[in-house]
Nanobody, 127 residues
């Protein structure tokens, strides 16, 4: 079992930055691919970014490319989402997720591919 705990959310003005963290329990963290999803008010949860077990492969949704960076520190069992140039439309609850499944094509963009989920951290971007 893996438990995921997100932190780092909060209010921020448009154009600002935040860094989200997701701390994982368990010994096999460095075997897991990790992802970030978000759910805006009144909308379905959507894929934001993912990183494979080594950190050598990443994926992003088009709307955050060039602004967000996903990274991981396997020694600290933590995955990060650096969010720069934030926009009001980035307002959402952000969730981290972990998967032990095979990484190929765009499978990591699907919620069903993930085995473990955190409780979420709220990000509010004001204009």
């Amino acid at each position: 079992q893996v438990q995921l705990v997100e932190s780092g959310g909060g209010p921020v003005q448009a154009g600002g930055s935040l860094r989200l963290s997701c701390a994982a329990s368990g010994r096999r963290f460095n075997s897991y691919a990790m992802g970030w999803f978000r759910q805006a008010p009144g909308k379905e949860r959507e894929f934001v970014a993912a990183i494979n077990w080594s950190g050598g492969n990443t994926r992003y949704v088009d709307s955050v490319k060039g602004r967000f960076t996903i990274s991981r520190d396997n020694a600290k069992n933590t995955v990060y989402l650096q969010m720069n140039t934030l926009k009001p439309e980035d307002t959402a609850v952000y969730y981290c997720a972990g998967s032990i499944r095979d990484w190929y094509d765009n499978v990591m963009t699907a919620q069903e591919w993930y085995d473990y989920w955190g409780q979420g951290t709220r990000v509010t971007v004001s204009s």
